[in-house]
């Protein structure tokens, strides 16, 4: 029998469940399976009638731009007791619903547990009660449920991430970002408050990407009594140094030692007092749930969503639920049991106040920023032990300007001040090197720079050649740089490459080099994400929900291009964040009989009643079919069924703040490069690598295996993982059938 999966989002709302409701609407349908969406989570399922509702392909149309979820959600007593679940079998039988997606929190993910585990029984009492007949149990003996969490506290164990978490962090960026500035401009400390009864990821990545000062989480409170005194001497310090702006990040359920809460107007009664600094409190409460959802989510939660109709699909037999997730860049599966079992013992450990073991099961990543959130708090460095070896580590910007190399830069420099090293910076990236242009560098040299956009330091993409090499070699002897680390995009590392090859006549190039990426178009070796891709996905995205939005009264469709050279990840992954109908890159190629096809497939849309096209084409996707010609193709071949209008988005996708998972990526990936760089030099290597996240980790890669993983003459490695992601991009995106 064909099953029939129903939907539903449950609990608290995060931004990105309606990307997984209509991935999961979508997918289903293209499998000629049928879908229900269940109103307001399991109230709906206990309510029955009109709240479980047949869902369409155009039921999901133009919901992937809108926070909140379309289908509601609710809080539901009755589905806590046994009496309530009975009549959300009832009505799930009755409609013949046999698989469900439920997207909600841990405790809509505990209920779906319970229903699951009490469905035989369950349907025993119904047939007992002569609520449904002995045929109709027989033929559903059990019910399949795929978890999808929706927690913008990212608080649940079976994902990296969760649904919703990427968006909260952009609006707490967006409000410390705002909050800095009036507070520098009045030299005021603000004490922002963010969400997290037991997690504290918001705040300490917040805190991270923020820039704050200091930082209170609940699984790992202040390990001394007196946590006011050294709060305000650090605070203290860090005003004499120079610091203008005050922000303390504190996670709602932040606490003592003791299990005792650290409100937000605790922090402000001691800062006034004992610092007599004129202190403001800001909550940023239901903000954090607000909102249009980032690209992250977006993208996130339709994979999920996408994932969880190919896992309904596929189990056989009554299987216990699984929590879709996220792991690396890769979609992963959890048994939902185990998954809570994990986030009950994280809650366990922290109410027995035993923190150690709070923080051990919140896995390495997330302690690994706490202690760089730790050591970029501080006032000033630790000054460097006496005896110390003091490194001379230079630190320089490559390639085109790309968001959160500013943020890499302010933690390098501050993460290896702080080791007791002198830190230098290269003005204008390889130009500077050549001409050495080169400072040295201190914790208040980048103050505020983890939130800045562009390049402080300044970037381009001069490649050295001739006589640059003798250049470069003088000024590392001059400098006596004894390693050299390099933020940037491909010509900063094809500069490394030559420097390598140069070392039998410049023997000043023997140190260690570690090249860090950075590039908005994302087509680095040895890193499945670049710093700045995130931040130019999402300013993509929101000039396309802009652009989507403009042409409300009229049958239009938008060509819409896209930086990325030969890269076609910006046009991907904005064509699936935003439901463009197709997308152009340049690793596919664009043929006439690709643009006459899709061009005859739009106009029999238009025909059936659509109102508008979305067409994202990559800059390099065809040198002949430019957007303009692509653009006169379907005005003309549209006739009179639509109009087509150009965007060519250029350099905005550059500019701006990074986005919180830029600033995220710049901080970790610069507190390695720094570490790595430490130890080869101590060791007296001269090895060169380039680091990057692959597969949830981050790793190294020799710059001489550079040449056979990347494809030179395309500037683009030679394996790009995110191109799996095309089936699913084009399944979602079809028009409607008939
Ligand atoms: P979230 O899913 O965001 O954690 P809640 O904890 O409020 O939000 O749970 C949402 C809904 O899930 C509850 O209103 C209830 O209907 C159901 N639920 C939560 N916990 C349980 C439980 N232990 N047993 C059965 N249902 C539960």
């Known amino acids: 029998m064909m099953k029939r999966i129903g939907v539903l989002t449950s609990g608290g709302d995060a931004q990105g469940m309606n990307a997984a409701v209509r991935a999961v609407v979508r997918m289903a349908l293209d499998k000629n399976v049928q879908v229900y969406a269940i109103y307001e989570g399991y109230q709906g399922m206990v309510n029955g009638g009109d709240q479980i509702r047949p869902f369409t392909w155009t039921n999901v149309g133009g919901i992937l731009q809108q926070g909140g979820t379309v289908i509601g959600t609710a809080r539901c007593a009755e589905f806590r007791e046994r009496s309530g679940r009975l009549k959300a079998v009832h009505n799930l039988i009755i409609n013949g619903i046999d698989a469900l997606v439920v997207i909600g929190g841990d405790g809509s993910l505990t209920g779906a547990n319970f229903l699951y585990e009490e469905w035989p029984s369950l349907v025993e009492e119904l047939v007992a009660a002569g609520q449904i007949s002995p045929e109709m149990a027989a033929n559903h003996p059990h019910i399949q449920i795929a978890g999808i969490i929706g927690s913008i506290d990212n608080d649940m164990y079976g994902s990296d991430v969760t649904t919703g978490s990427d968006t909260a962090l952009h609006r707490i960026v967006e409000a410390t970002d705002a909050i800095s500035s009036t507070a520098a401009s009045h030299q005021r400390i603000f004490v922002v408050e963010v969400m997290g009864r037991r997690c504290g990821y918001l705040a300490l990545m917040g805190a991270m990407a923020g820039g704050a000062d200091w930082v209170f989480i609940p699984e790992n409170p202040p390990d001394i009594d007196n946590w006011e005194e050294k709060m305000c001497e650090v605070l203290h310090l860090g005003r004499e140094a120079g610091r203008r702006d005050i922000i303390v990040m504190v996670a709602e359920g932040a606490q003592d030692r003791y299990g005792q809460p650290i409100t937000s107007d605790r922090i402000k009664q001691v800062l006034e007092e004992r610092l007599g600094e004129e202190t403001r409190i800001t909550v940023l409460g239901h903000v954090q749930r607000g909102g249009a959802p980032s690209a992250f989510d977006r993208n996130l939660s339709t994979l999920l969503g996408a994932a969880a109709v190919d896992y309904l699909l596929a189990a056989e037999g009554p299987e216990a639920p699984f929590v879709m997730g996220i792991r690396g860049n890769k979609i992963s599966r959890t048994p939902l049991a185990e998954a809570l079992a994990?986030?009950?013992?994280?809650?366990?450990?922290?109410?027995?106040?035993?923190?150690?073991?709070?923080?051990?099961?919140?896995?390495?990543?997330?302690?690994?920023?706490?202690?760089?959130?730790?050591?970029?708090?501080?006032?000033?460095?630790?000054?460097?032990?006496?005896?110390?070896?003091?490194?001379?580590?230079?630190?320089?910007?490559?390639?085109?300007?790309?968001?959160?190399?500013?943020?890499?830069?302010?933690?390098?420099?501050?993460?290896?001040?702080?080791?007791?090293?002198?830190?230098?910076?290269?003005?204008?990236?390889?130009?500077?090197?050549?001409?050495?242009?080169?400072?040295?560098?201190?914790?208040?040299?980048?103050?505020?720079?983890?939130?800045?956009?562009?390049?402080?330091?300044?970037?381009?993409?001069?490649?050295?050649?001739?006589?640059?090499?003798?250049?470069?070699?003088?000024?590392?002897?001059?400098?006596?740089?004894?390693?050299?680390?390099v933020i940037g995009g491909w010509s900063g590392y094809e500069n490394v490459l030559n420097m390598i090859a140069q070392r039998p006549t410049f023997p000043a190039n023997n140190i260690p080099i570690v090249c860090v990426p950075a590039s908005i178009n994302n087509n680095l070796p040895g890193a499945e994400l670049s710093i700045g891709a995130d931040t130019a996905l999402n300013n993509i995205v929101q000039a396309v929900d802009k652009i989507k939005q403009s042409a409300v009264a009229s049958r239009r469709v938008f060509v819409v291009e896209v930086m990325g050279r030969n890269c076609g990840y910006l046009a991907l992954m904005s064509a699936l964040a935003t439901g463009a109908e197709r997308f152009y890159t340049n690793e596919e190629g664009v043929t006439t009989s690709n643009l006459l096809d899709d061009v005859h497939e739009l106009a029999e849309g238009f025909s059936k009643g659509k109102r508008l096209g979305l067409i994202i084409r990559n800059e390099s996707a065809n040198r002949i079919y430019t957007t303009s010609f692509i653009s006169a193709l379907f005005e003309e071949e549209g006739g009179d069924l639509f109009d087509v209008r150009e965007a060519i988005l250029g350099h905005l996708q550059q500019g701006g703040n990074p986005s919180p998972f830029d600033r995220i990526l710049a901080t970790r990936l610069a507190s390695h490069a720094v570490n790595h760089l430490e130890q080869l030099i101590d060791a007296g290597e001269t090895t060169c690598a380039c680091l990057g996240q692959v597969g949830?980790?981050?790793?190294?890669?020799?710059?001489?295996?550079?040449?056979?993983?990347?494809?030179?003459?395309?500037?683009?490695?030679?394996?790009?993982w995110w191109l799996n992601l095309r089936p699913i991009a084009r399944v979602l995106a079809k028009p409607a059938p008939q």
């Open 342 to 485: 994990k986030t009950q013992a994280v809650a366990e450990a922290s109410r027995e106040q035993n923190y150690a073991e709070a923080m051990r099961l919140r896995g390495s990543s997330f302690n690994e920023s706490f202690q760089i959130v730790r050591t970029l708090v501080r006032a000033l460095p630790h000054p460097p032990t006496p005896g110390q070896r003091r490194m001379r580590i230079a630190v320089l910007n490559a390639g085109g300007p790309a968001p959160g190399m500013n943020t890499a830069v302010r933690t390098a420099v501050r993460l290896g001040t702080d080791k007791g090293h002198i830190m230098l910076g290269v003005q204008n990236g390889f130009r500077g090197l050549i001409k050495g242009d080169i400072r040295e560098m201190n914790w208040m040299s980048v103050s505020g720079w983890a939130s800045q956009g562009g390049a402080e330091l300044g970037t381009n993409r001069y490649i050295a050649e001739g006589s640059d090499f003798y250049a470069i070699a003088r000024s590392l002897e001059e400098h006596k740089i004894d390693g050299l680390l």
């Open 696 to 720: 949830g980790s981050l790793l190294f890669t020799a710059m001489e295996d550079v040449p056979r993983m990347f494809d030179m003459a395309k500037k683009r490695p030679k394996k790009q």
